[in-house]
């Protein structure tokens, strides 16, 4: 019977320690090419999971693949991903808000027609910011306060 085998947990422990493959080999009494085939992504045997845990002087178990602590670990991954997105929009939008607001001045300060009318525009397009702020506001508190706690 063969079982999924975390490749990278494995590989990353052996760089840890400074070993080459062909120390691990030997340490767990296996092939240098089985070590090969294992770190690019083969299954092992029970056997031979319980060879390399011993080699690392670990359970057995810390060597083999759970999906469920790399969906965890994805979805974080992912979390991550969409905050900074938001915060990178966030900046933007305050860019945006502080380039126009430069435009609407620009437009008040001349004597052409609708220079005393960028008021009302400058409102709106500061409520519009300060909505796209409020929601990162929200977010980011909801991330950092609003985490159901694990058990």
């Not at 240098?32 to 299954?43: D, M």
């Not at 220079?115 to 397009?125: F, L, S």
Request: aromatic share 8%; glycine share 8%; hydrophobic share 50%.
């Amino acid at each position: 019977m063969t079982m999924d085998i975390d490749t990278e947990k494995l590989k990353r422990w052996r760089e840890e320690r400074f070993w080459s493959q062909e120390h691990l080999a030997e340490l767990a009494g296996v092939a240098l090419r089985t070590v090969q085939r294992i770190e690019n992504g083969g299954n092992a045997s029970r056997e031979l999971i319980t060879a390399l845990a011993a080699a690392f002087n670990v359970d057995a178990t810390a060597l083999t693949y759970h999906p469920e602590d790399h969906k965890d670990e994805l979805a974080r991954e992912k979390l991550a991903h969409s905050l900074s997105a938001l915060r990178l929009s966030a900046l933007i939008v305050a860019a945006s808000w502080f380039f126009i607001m430069i435009v609407f001045a620009g437009i008040s300060a001349s004597d052409g027609p609708g220079g005393d009318n960028m008021m009302v525009p400058a409102i709106w397009v500061t409520v519009g910011a300060a909505g796209h702020g409020l929601a990162v506001v929200i977010v980011e508190i909801v991330n950092r306060f609003g985490k159901p706690k694990r058990r």
